[in-house]
C-alpha cells in the first residue's frame, strides 16, 4: 500500500509565505509525476503545478512566479514552496503521484488526504 502524506497548511496572512511537502511510503519501485492540485471552496479541484523524476516543471498560469515545485527523489518527498500568498490562494491543497509498483507495470494514481491553507488577513 502507498500512502501520501502532506504537511505544512495553515493561516497566512496575504503576502506571506507557506511551504507545503509531501512524503510517498509504503512499498513501490517508482514515482513518475508529481503534483499539487488544489480545491477552492465550492469550486472544482484544479492542478496547481507538476514535476517529473528529472525535475522538469509545469506550473498554472495563475501561480507562475509565485509557487516553486521540488522532489527529493531519494526521500520520496515533493515540495510546494508558496511565497506572494493571495486570498484567492485559498484552497485545499493536494498532492498527487503516478506510481510504478514493480518494474514495467501500470503506474496506478495515487492521492493524499489533502492539507488546508488560508490567506487571509
Known amino acids: 500500500q502507498v500512502q501520501l502524506v502532506e504537511s505544512g497548511g495553515g493561516l497566512v496572512q496575504p503576502g506571506g509565505s507557506l511551504r507545503l511537502s509531501c512524503t510517498a511510503s509504503?512499498?513501490?519501485?517508482?514515482?513518475?509525476?508529481m503534483r499539487w492540485y488544489r480545491q477552492p471552496p465550492g469550486k472544482q479541484r484544479e492542478l496547481v503545478a507538476a514535476?517529473?523524476?528529472?525535475?522538469?516543471?509545469n506550473y498554472a498560469d495563475s501561480v507562475k512566479g509565485r509557487f516553486t515545485i521540488s522532489r527529493d527523489n531519494a526521500k520520496n518527498t515533493v515540495n510546494l514552496q508558496m511565497n506572494s500568498l493571495k486570498p484567492e490562494d485559498t484552497a485545499v491543497y493536494y498532492c498527487?503521484?503516478?506510481?510504478?509498483?514493480?518494474?514495467?507495470?501500470?503506474?496506478?494514481?495515487?492521492w493524499g488526504q489533502g492539507t488546508r491553507v488560508t490567506v487571509s488577513s
Open positions: 514535476i517529473t523524476s528529472r525535475g522538469s516543471t
Open positions: 498527487n503521484a503516478d506510481v510504478g509498483l514493480r518494474p514495467a507495470t501500470t503506474l496506478m494514481d495515487y
Open positions: 509504503g512499498s513501490f519501485f517508482s514515482i513518475n509525476f
